[in-house]
């Protein structure tokens, strides 16, 4: 079955600190990938998307995004994190023939301290 | 200002009552989406709708509801057959339920609860 995976349920980190939040698929077909945000009684927006060209995708907030193929891996990453990046990420996959639906991880909460 | 608006934000249902779920949306897209988000669980797809008069059941349909009469309204009702009602209900649109076109634009949810 089509499923996406998200490593952490809650990670907590330093403000400064470097953060990469694991996503992996597991179909090998044609995807395109996603990663959302909900930050605290907030509407869930999209962070950035790959659908294809340059493997390596920036989204908004400084926030990027890598698209491994062989690994089957989308993993989310910032460089120095910020209390305001404080809430909970979601990888999101949308598998080539399923009529444009996405399949959502889990979630990973992230908790920033000041 | 365009967009997704679902209401009430949170509504609360005694046991056996159904319940309807508003969402519109005036971003003049043609797929919608209703999810149902729990801790832990992530979003889990319950009807789509690719477009006017037709929709579909998604992975968790059961003791749901959809219908599509116009465009920019995708209502859900949580009927009395649904085991575990309690939960937070977000509404979702998408310019095409085509995979190019299918970056999803979210509403700010209902919380539903059941008493």
């Known amino acids: 079955a089509q499923s996406v995976s998200q490593h952490n349920h809650h990670v907590i980190l330093s403000e400064a600190a470097s953060l990469e939040l694991g996503c992996n698929y597991s179909?090998?077909?044609?995807?395109?990938l996603f990663w959302y945000v909900q930050y605290p009684g907030q509407h869930l927006q999209l962070l950035l998307k790959y659908f294809s060209g340059d493997p390596l995708v920036k989204g908004i907030k400084g926030f990027e995004a890598e698209f491994i193929k062989s690994k089957f891996s989308f993993n989310l990453r910032k460089p120095s994190v910020q209390w305001s990046d404080t809430a909970e990420y979601f990888c999101?996959?949308?598998?080539?023939?399923?009529?444009?639906?996405?399949?959502f991880g889990k979630g990973t909460k992230l908790s920033v301290k000041p | 200002d365009g967009g997704i608006t679902q209401s009430p934000k949170y509504l609360f249902r005694k046991e056996g009552q159904n319940v309807t779920l508003s969402c519109e949306q005036n971003?003049?897209?043609?797929?919608m989406y209703w999810y149902r988000q729990d801790p832990g669980q992530g979003l889990r797809l319950i009807y789509y709708s690719q477009i006017v008069n037709d929709f579909q059941k998604g992975d968790i349909a059961e003791g749901y509801s959809v219908s599509r009469e116009k465009k920019e309204s995708f209502p859900l009702t949580v009927t009395s057959a649904q085991k575990n009602p309690t939960a937070f209900y977000l509404c979702?649109?998408?310019?095409?339920?085509?995979?190019?076109?299918?970056?999803?634009?979210f509403g700010p949810g209902t919380r539903l609860t059941v008493l």
């Open positions: 979702a649109s998408s310019f095409r339920l085509a995979a190019t076109y299918n970056e999803q634009f």
């Open positions: 999101a996959v949308n598998y080539g023939g399923s009529q444009g639906n996405l399949i």
């Open positions: 971003l003049n897209h043609d797929a």
């Open positions: 179909y090998g077909g044609t995807v395109n």
